[in-house]
Antibody, heavy 123, light 112 residues
Framework: EVQLVESGGGLVQPGRSLRLSCTAS????????MSWVRQAPGKGLEWVGF??????????EYAASVKGRFTISRDDSKSIAYLQMNSLKTEDTAVYYC??????????????WGQGTLVTVSS | DIVMTQTPLSLSVTPGQPASISCKSS???????????LYWYLQKPGQSPQLLIY???NRFSGVPDRFSGSGSGTDFTLKISRVEAEDVGVYYC?????????FGQGTKLEIK
């Protein structure tokens, strides 16, 4: 059974940093791209970014709203994907979902989702 | 960037009756590889979103056959042949032919 478990969310002040983790199980983690999707309170879904599998370079792509502030990385030996969030803004407040992405050279879609972790950016 | 527009934004359906949601994209989602990169998700109350339909019309594993997707180019439709109580939630369409991936605003389905 595919499982994705996010952790690391919480309350953080504007301008500070936070790192989210996504621990995967039930599939060969290294074979898949991984994406992050967020949902502000009461709002819709927003794609944040993704990381390709090592077979496709392990490179990353980001939404314009987070580019330069957020960094996605992966540790295939531990089956963990990370979302490093720097220079956080109040508008980054959202539930952050880790997703499995069957895409190869580009992000495709999200076939499995974690339960989400809430990040609240507030002073 | 591609904009995804869903209609209606909400609908109320009697159990056993059909439901239909439209999704229009600002650009064609047909790729040169022959695939159309349009997906449907359902977010049930208090839950994470779940994949329903991939590449316009393919049901994901475990999705009941009362759900069907159709369309081409820029116009797409999700249909539920007979709505059940467990179908309540917000439905999102999404495109992935081009970055940034984009979702529709969501359509909230409730039961009468």
């Amino acid at each position: 059974e595919v499982q994705l478990v996010e952790s690391g969310g919480g309350l953080v002040q504007p301008g500070r940093s936070l790192r989210l983790s996504c621990t995967a199980s039930g599939f060969t983690f290294g074979d898949y791209a991984m994406s992050w999707v967020r949902q502000a309170p009461g709002k819709g879904l927003e794609w944040v970014g993704f990381i390709r599998s090592k077979a496709y370079g392990g490179t990353t792509e980001y939404a314009a709203s987070v580019k330069g502030r957020f960094t996605i990385s992966r540790d295939d030996s531990k089956s963990i994907a990370y979302l490093q969030m720097n220079s956080l803004k109040t508008e980054d407040t959202a539930v952050y979902y880790c997703t499995r992405d069957p895409g190869y050279s580009s992000s495709s879609h999200f076939d499995y989702w974690g339960q989400g972790t809430l990040v609240t950016v507030s002073s | 960037d591609i904009v995804m527009t869903q209609t209606p934004l909400s609908l109320s359906v009697t159990p056993g009756q059909p439901a239909s949601i439209s999704c229009k994209s600002s650009q064609s989602l047909l790729h040169s590889d022959g695939k159309t990169y349009l997906y449907w998700y359902l977010q049930k109350p208090g839950q994470s979103p779940q994949l329903l339909i991939y590449e316009v019309s393919n049901r994901f594993s475990g999705v009941p056959d009362r759900f069907s997707g159709s369309g081409s180019g820029t116009d797409f439709t999700l249909k539920i042949s007979r709505v059940e109580a467990e179908d309540v939630g917000v439905y999102y369409c999404m495109q992935s032919i081009q970055l940034p991936l984009a979702f529709g605003q969501g359509t909230k389905l409730e039961i009468k």
